[in-house]
């Protein structure tokens, strides 16, 4: 297992599009990945769950991986964790 700690960059913090981004970039993963914030923590499969976290701008994430290329797996979910996503605003 593997352990990263991700510190939130995005202004609008992980809302629902960049959760869809996170979910879909690391979908096809055949290990386990998880992520723990404010005492809560939730497998990385769906929207829904990585949205119960509430996460904002400069809230801590704690990833942990388990399964194969663990390490490289880790750094792209915290690479996800720390982006700033750039969408345009709703009209």
């Not at 970039?25 to 499969?45: C, P, T, W």
């Not at 400069?58 to 991986?65: A, C």
């Amino acid at each position: 297992m593997v352990e990263k700690t991700a510190v939130v960059q995005n202004q609008a913090g992980i809302h629902v599009r960049p959760s869809g981004v996170i979910i879909e970039e690391i979908g096809d993963y055949s290990g386990k990945i998880s992520a723990e914030a404010h005492g809560f923590s939730v497998d990385l499969n769906s929207v829904m769950g990585l949205l119960s976290l509430g996460l904002v701008q400069k809230d801590e994430v704690k990833i942990r991986v388990e399964g194969p290329d663990e390490e490289k797996i880790a750094a792209k979910v915290k690479e996800l964790f720390e982006r700033h996503y750039d969408f345009p605003p709703r009209k």
